[in-house]
């Protein structure tokens, strides 16, 4: 009998719980979920949420009855600590989790496995900026709580416009080195697609601030798109739509601090500067869950299995190299932790060798650059991936072959929108391939953006109906539907 132990019950835990069991049947093999939250958030949904147009509950419902369904074991509850070489008692790997269940806060116990899959996601840094998040000066959609406070503060700001007052609305990203810029860019347009509907677009000033050196980054250094023959760069196309909606833009910036109703920051030239706000949506930079690992004796080995960042080193190149040096093939295709073969990490869990899009810093040496982005769809293919290795060498044996999806071979898709009525609203679909550009196979200069992309118009009810979808699909079935063998 085998013991799967899976951390988090996000899009990649999510993911590679059901796909385990689907491969392994009801047997005696086990799999074990451990989330400390007792609900499945569709994330990228919050943005509807944050804006009023959808309900908490239209975007979670509860893990516990879909994994009895499907029997897979769920302990709701935090990793504290991995002991993957086990204890003094029992070689056998193993995870310290505490109890989040009301019944059982507080509770501690250690959790046996013989493969594990960290799929813990990020920690929120919220920290990493004074005055940065929900219990600071600023709001998030990144949990559906965060979210319903969002919408709860558009919605005084909208009555004030009513009012007649003028408001400033600051959107974007809280720190030099945040990911995610593709929420926040859709964040600010479902915002003033509401402003709008609600007849003050005209007393209202937006500001989209990001760590992206130019427009239409997202985090991977840009794209080319084709569009009914023409071709044109994410950077152009994503300006016209800013200069449309009449949205302006603060590119290459770090948010140093967030006080009440002020946002300081630092441009990429080394100059400071203050910007006043009446609502602000900042994303926090994001971090490893701070998980800590200790060999069999008890020593602390946590700097060999995680990064500095508190994510996981997995088949990676991790070795210190210029810009120029990095190539597609430092990625992970596996996600094996390097030290401990038994052990994976997906998603946002796994430490990316380096950034996508070209490195900066300022004459202060502060670090303005975008994190890469490891979420949505190419959470799912890894959490797909590591699955049927498990499966396969729990089958076959530990010689069994890994199933791979690097990153730099892999596509994501997108829709993004603006509202989500079937009357009015608007959205565009995006895919990308691939993910991380191979400079190596296209060796035309790491300027000239590499990874390309398909751009069409996509009416924003075809977003509302796959988030009907995602909820339903993960409810009942694996996301085999969406992810190609």
Known sequence: MARVVILGAGISGHTAALRLKRRLGHGDHTVTVVSPNANWNWIPSNIWVGVGEMTKDDVVFPLAPVYAKQGIAFVQARAT??????????????????????????????????????????????GATPGLGPGGN????????????????????????????????????????????????????????????????????????????????????????????????????????????????????????????????????????????????????????????FDRAGNDVTDTVFAANGFMKVDADYSAKDYDEWRAADWPKTYECQAYPNVF??????????????????????????????????????????????????????????????????????????????????????TMFPVVPDYEKYPTGRDIRHTRGELGLAGHWTKALLHKMFLYKAKAKPFWWMIPE
């Open 81 to 126: 600590a991995i002991l993957p070489e086990g204890d003094a008692s029992d070689a056998t790997g193993a995870v310290d989790v505490e109890y989040t269940a009301p019944e059982r806060a507080g509770e501690t116990e250690r959790l046996r496995y013989d493969f594990l899959i960290n799929a813990t996601g990020p920690k929120l840094n919220f």
């Open 345 to 430: 990490a997906v998603g946002i869990a796994f430490a990316p060798p380096h950034p996508i899009s070209r490195p900066r810093k300022s004459p202060n040496g502060t670090v303005i650059s975008p994190a890469p982005p490891r979420t949505g769809m190419p959470s799912g293919i890894m959490a797909r991936t590591v699955a049927n290795t498990i499966a396969d060498r729990i089958r076959s044996g530990d010689a069994a072959a890994a199933h791979t999806a690097s990153m730099a071979q892999m596509g994501a898709g997108c829709i993004a929108s603006a509202g989500t009525g079937l009357r009015s609203g608007s959205a565009a679909g995006m």
């Open 138 to 293: 600023t709001v998030s959609v990144c949990t559906a709580d965060h979210a319903v406070v969002a919408a709860g503060a558009l919605k005084q700001c909208i009555e004030r416009m009513k009012a007649g007052e003028r408001q400033t609305l600051v959107i974007g990203v809280g720190h030099g080195t945040c990911t995610c810029e593709g929420a926040a860019f859709e964040y600010t347009f479902n915002v003033e697609h509401e402003l709008r509907e609600a007849g003050v677009r005209e007393l209202a000033d937006i500001v989209y601030l990001t760590n992206e050196h130019e427009l239409g980054d997202f985090g991977v250094g840009g794209m080319v798109f084709s569009q009914h023959g023409f071709e044109t760069t994410s950077a152009l196309w994503t300006a016209s739509i800013f200069k449309e909606r009449g949205v302006n833009a603060i590119l290459a910036a770090h948010v140093e601090r967030v006080d009440p109703g002020v946002v300081a920051y630092e441009l990429l030239d080394g100059t400071r500067h203050e910007l006043r706000f009446d609502f602000a949506m900042l994303l926090p930079p994001f971090r490893g869950n701070d998980l800590k690992a």
